[in-house]
């Protein structure tokens, strides 16, 4: 098996690039996340600012607000010359930290990981099947093994647990999620949704673990519909990728899109009544148990991604997927991902270590740097903070935790 290093070193250029540079944002961003003057924490202030405003998740945005993404980062030094074992240790540190953070700190819990790989090389990469190798070595390295492959693609869904202790009960849940993935190589192609600043990206959103917080911690109520209102309007979200006068959703160019409901106001799935009380006027006459996509949000590694197509090769056969499982209390997914499955100490302590045990490092500082390193830093850093959400996006009020 090839190594991150020579994967790294086997990647090509994408030759779009060269006519069609990054957007704005992704260039600013770019710009301080491969400032090797950087610290951590001012890359993660900036991902943390992206995230709030240029991301169409709804549960991402949220979490970057309120501080409740943990960032791993990986730069070119780590991909081109740290060996897989130092890899691999390095992610088994950052999600440990994250998970006993997510189980026991109510003022700093993390709902969110993302892991960067924050390299120019990986970032103007093609997205051919080297840059799919070197994300696919990733992913092994990061201990989310492919639970299935798709049926259709070589698509890869993994899954993983994040814990929260009950404070009424004094007990551990585990709340089931599905990692994402997200890459530079995205902008400006038709999976434009699935861009990220740096190169590559990992995301860990676990929903549950953000509903049974807010109801635990923040006392609100209606958790399992202020969950639904913010997955259809992620959906809803979907970057518009041409321009048109059409309302089509597949005419604008968007990756997902929220199904209608038929002539009589029925969903697709009938026996589900829908849990909202209050339905936002932006996705207001939709179907509340399945949307559509040219990509499934399900997976990890997409294989479409890598094809290097104008048209997704999904466009004539879309995805159909489910919301039922955020609310329905039938469903058998809905305990794994949202009630959240009871555990025992042990069980979770076998994973994420003893409270008397832990070793909390500290932040990581860049190496002595000048002065006018440090102002540019700030510069960029300043930039980033004028960012403001596109005008297409749908955003709710109560944005959560």
């Given at each position: 098996?090839?190594?991150?290093?020579?994967?790294?070193?086997?990647?090509?250029?994408?030759?779009?690039?060269?006519?069609?540079?990054?957007?704005?944002?992704?260039?600013?961003?770019?710009?301080?996340?491969?400032?090797?003057?950087?610290?951590?924490?001012?890359?993660?202030?900036?991902?943390?600012?992206?995230?709030?405003?240029?991301?169409p998740c709804q549960f991402g945005r949220a979490a970057a607000k309120h501080g409740?993404?943990?960032?791993?980062?990986?730069?070119?030094?780590?991909?081109?010359?740290?060996?897989?074992?130092?890899?691999?240790?390095?992610?088994?540190?950052?999600?440990?930290?994250?998970?006993?953070?997510?189980?026991?700190?109510?003022?700093?819990?993390?709902?969110?990981?993302?892991?960067?790989?924050?390299?120019?090389?990986?970032?103007?990469?093609?997205?051919?099947?080297?840059?799919?190798?070197?994300?696919?070595?990733?992913?092994?390295?990061?201990?989310?093994?492919?639970?299935?492959?798709?049926?259709?693609?070589?698509?890869?869904?993994?899954?993983?647990?994040?814990?929260?202790?009950?404070?009424?009960?004094?007990?551990?849940?585990?709340?089931?999620?599905?990692?994402?993935?997200?890459?530079?190589?995205?902008?400006?192609?038709?999976?434009?949704?699935?861009?990220?600043?740096?190169?590559?990206?990992?995301?860990?959103?676990?929903?549950?673990?953000?509903?049974?917080?807010?109801?635990?911690?923040?006392?609100?109520?209606?958790?399992?519909?202020?969950?639904?209102?913010?997955?259809?309007?992620?959906?809803?979200?979907?970057?518009?990728?041409?321009?048109?006068?059409?309302?089509?959703?597949?005419?604008?160019?968007?990756?997902?899109?929220?199904?209608?409901?038929?002539?009589?106001?029925?969903?697709?799935?009938?026996?589900?009544?829908?849990?909202?009380?209050?339905?936002?006027?932006?996705?207001?006459?939709?179907?509340?148990?399945?949307?559509?996509?040219?990509?499934?949000?399900?997976?990890?590694?997409?294989?479409?991604?890598?094809?290097?197509?104008?048209?997704?090769?999904?466009?004539?056969?879309?995805?159909?997927?489910?919301?039922?499982?955020?609310?329905?209390?039938?469903?058998?997914?809905?305990?794994?991902?949202?009630?959240?499955?009871r555990l025992s100490e042990e069980e979770v302590y076998a994973e994420i270590g003893?409270?008397?045990?832990?070793?909390?490092?500290?932040?990581s500082r860049a190496e002595s740097r000048s002065e006018e390193q440090a102002a540019?830093?700030?510069?960029?850093?300043?930039?980033?903070?004028?960012?403001?959400?596109?005008?297409?996006?749908?955003?709710?009020?109560?944005?959560?935790?």
């Amino acid at each position: 098996m090839s190594t991150v290093a020579e994967l790294f070193d086997r990647l090509n250029g994408d030759p779009r690039r060269i006519k069609l540079p990054f957007s704005d944002d992704l260039l600013q961003a770019n710009a301080l996340l491969h400032n090797t003057a950087a610290t951590e924490d001012e890359m993660a202030e900036c991902l943390a600012l992206w995230c709030q405003q240029r991301q169409p998740c709804q549960f991402g945005r949220a979490a970057a607000k309120h501080g409740r993404i943990h960032f791993c980062f990986l730069r070119d030094a780590a991909v081109a010359g740290w060996s897989d074992a130092e890899i691999a240790e390095k992610i088994r540190e950052e999600k440990q930290l994250w998970k006993q953070r997510a189980a026991f700190d109510s003022k700093r819990a993390a709902h969110s990981l993302v892991i960067v790989i924050a390299s120019p090389r990986v970032a103007l990469a093609a997205p051919d099947q080297q840059l799919r190798a070197f994300c696919d070595r990733i992913l092994e390295l990061a201990g989310w093994e492919n639970d299935r492959r798709g049926v259709r693609l070589r698509n890869t869904v993994t899954s993983d647990y994040l814990y929260l202790r009950n404070p009424t009960d004094g007990g551990f849940y585990g709340f089931q999620f599905n990692a994402d993935f997200f890459a530079c190589a995205g902008d400006n192609r038709w999976w434009h949704d699935h861009r990220f600043p740096g190169g590559i990206a990992f995301t860990a959103n676990s929903t549950g673990h953000m509903i049974r917080f807010r109801e635990w911690y923040q006392a609100k109520d209606h958790n399992e519909a202020w969950g639904l209102t913010q997955a259809m309007l992620t959906i809803q979200n979907a970057a518009p990728t041409k321009s048109t006068d059409s309302s089509i959703p597949q005419d604008q160019g968007r990756v997902t899109w929220l199904r209608p409901l038929d002539a009589s106001g029925r969903p697709l799935v009938e026996n589900v009544s829908c849990p909202l009380a209050k339905v936002p006027s932006t996705i207001e006459g939709k179907d509340w148990t399945r949307y559509e996509g040219l990509l499934h949000t399900d997976h990890a590694v997409r294989e479409e991604f890598f094809v290097d197509r104008e048209i997704a090769p999904t466009a004539s056969k879309p995805y159909l997927m489910d919301f039922t499982y955020l609310y329905d209390d039938k469903q058998e997914e809905f305990e794994e991902f949202t009630r959240g499955k009871r555990l025992s100490e042990e069980e979770v302590y076998a994973e994420i270590g003893r409270p008397e045990d832990w070793t909390h490092r500290a932040s990581s500082r860049a190496e002595s740097r000048s002065e006018e390193q440090a102002a540019k830093v700030a510069e960029q850093l300043l930039t980033c903070r004028r960012w403001e959400a596109p005008s297409w996006y749908a955003i709710d009020n109560d944005e959560g935790t």
